[in-house]
């Protein structure tokens, strides 16, 4: 009863709803990243009146629990190269903690614009790539896979702290594109390397205040829930099946940032 007494300020509609999204947040996320499209709309429409920076935490820690639990699914199946996991993450975390410091001293809406052209071009390239991701592409040797990793984790780290929603999706195109990589092998790098981006954006989020832990709780659990989900359909499924949930996902954050640039 007590733990129900947290909510009684938020109304049945707007808990069911977070509860909802953050569950289908969680499935979306760990089949191919991009949760973050789902769950920060979410807060933003049922806690219109809340610091902006105070949404961005707590979905941080949400995504945070759903991300943690994908990649130990993914851990059982895929054998990772941790010299290249670890290096990456490193890079990753130390540019999300910079971003999230940044954050609160630049207008986000002033990248949109290039996020948005960014989402266009990936979308076309993936669609027109019928092969993109279904087989090991490239051979790298790696140092290289080192080097360019490297580069990948502080551009997309930094934009993980810094904004985040689509981090998940845009490691999983890095791993494919950049590095050669299957979808599902991707998809296991890239929540590994999330999670390391969340912990480390958290760290500001938290130190600030910035998150209502009552709201992060509840959208946790089913983050969660959605994540062992969508982690076992996607090992199952395999290279095509992510895919095809990639380029849905794509095009749904190009309707998002399209909206924000042009009618918002």
Do not use: W
């Amino acid at each position: 009863m007590q733990f129900l007494n947290m909510y009684a300020d938020y109304g049945y509609a707007t808990i069911l709803s977070l509860i909802a999204l953050s569950f289908v947040a969680g499935f979306i996320d760990a089949i191919v990243g991009g949760g973050g499209i789902i769950q920060i709309p979410a807060l933003l429409i049922n806690l219109p009146k809340t610091p902006l920076l105070t949404l961005f935490g707590t979905n941080k820690i949400a995504a945070l629990a759903g991300t943690s639990i994908s990649a130990y699914q993914y851990s059982k199946r895929i054998k990772y190269n941790f010299k290249l996991l670890i290096t990456v993450s490193v890079f990753a975390a130390l540019a999300s903690y910079t971003g999230a410091k940044v954050v609160s001293h630049i207008h986000v809406n002033s990248l949109k614009p290039i996020i948005l052209v960014l989402l266009i071009s990936i979308a076309i390239y993936t669609f027109i790539k019928k092969d993109l991701g279904s087989v090991q592409t490239k051979s790298l040797s790696f140092k290289k896979q080192i080097v360019f990793g490297s580069i990948l984790g502080i551009i997309v780290g930094f934009y993980d702290g810094f904004f985040g929603p689509g981090t998940g999706s845009f490691f999983v195109l890095g791993f494919v594109v950049v590095l050669g990589y299957e979808f599902v092998e991707a998809s296991a790098y890239s929540k590994v390397i999330n999670c390391m981006t969340n912990i480390s954006a958290l760290v500001v989020f938290i130190h600030q205040g910035n998150y209502i832990i009552e709201i992060a709780i509840i959208m946790s659990i089913f983050n969660i829930t959605g994540s062992l989900i969508g982690s076992r359909l996607a090992l199952r499924k395999g290279n095509n099946f992510v895919r095809s949930i990639f380029l849905v996902i794509v095009t749904l954050m190009i309707a998002r940032y399209g909206y924000d640039v042009f009618l918002k």
